[in-house]
């Protein structure tokens, strides 16, 4: 099992020619909804999961404003 799954997910896009973010996105996206339980589903449809991940773009997208400035 990968130590980081970030990195790993990102080797696999980096082999890839020009991946689209949106298709990075559903293919992600898909293999969860196909790797994961019921509960673990509505999870990601519940108005709570919609909102936490909202906010962490919003702090990912402060932190980039904050490095570029560094």
């Not at 449809?45 to 990912?60: G, T």
């Amino acid at each position: 099992m990968p130590r980081n799954t970030f990195h790993s997910l990102r080797r696999i896009l980096g082999c890839r020619q020009q991946v689209d973010p949106e298709i990075a996105v559903r293919a992600l996206m898909a293999t969860v909804f196909t790797e994961c339980c019921h509960d673990c589903n509505e999870k990601l449809r519940d108005a709570d999961f919609l909102k936490a991940f909202e906010h962490m773009v919003d702090e990912l997208l402060h932190v980039q404003r904050l490095s570029r400035v560094a």
